[in-house]
Nanobody, 120 residues
Framework: QVQLVESGGGLVQPGGSLRLSCAAS????????MGWYRQAPGKRRGLVAT???????NYADSVKGRFTISGDNVKNTVSLQMNSLKPEDTAVYYC??????????????WGQGTQVIVSS
């Protein structure tokens, strides 16, 4: 089992920056992908960015050039630096990890979410 604890988020003005962080703990063999998803009111949860344990990254088109994801596969942490924030970035941001437990089962794990509000 993987537990994910998020930090960061809050209220920021348009054009501002925020940094989200997430740390994984628990009983597992390894994590191969960590990332961030977001869900705005009335919308489905969608990809923001992911990073693999060998450093490959993937971004949603809407955040490319503004957000940067970084991961530490020794500490099992992931961070999301968000710059040039827009009101449409307002959402609850969820940390995600794909982990292998000691039953040798891969599963997706989720944090409880952190609110990001971009507003003047």
């Amino acid at each position: 089992q993987v537990q994910l604890v998020e930090s960061g988020g809050g209220l920021v003005q348009p054009g501002g920056s925020l940094r989200l962080s997430c740390a994984a703990s628990g009983s597992f063999i390894r994590i191969d992908v960590m990332g961030w998803y977001r869900q705005a009111p009335g919308k489905r949860r969608g990809l923001v960015a992911t990073v693999t344990d060998d450093g490959n990254t993937n971004y949603a088109d809407s955040v490319k050039g503004r957000f940067t994801i970084s991961g530490d596969n020794v500490k099992n942490t992931v961070s999301l630096q968000m710059n040039s924030l827009k009101p449409e970035d307002t959402a609850v941001y969820y940390c995600n990890a794909r982990g292998l437990d000691f039953r040798k089962i891969w599963a997706d794990y989720w944090g409880q979410g952190t609110q990001v509000i971009v507003s003047s």
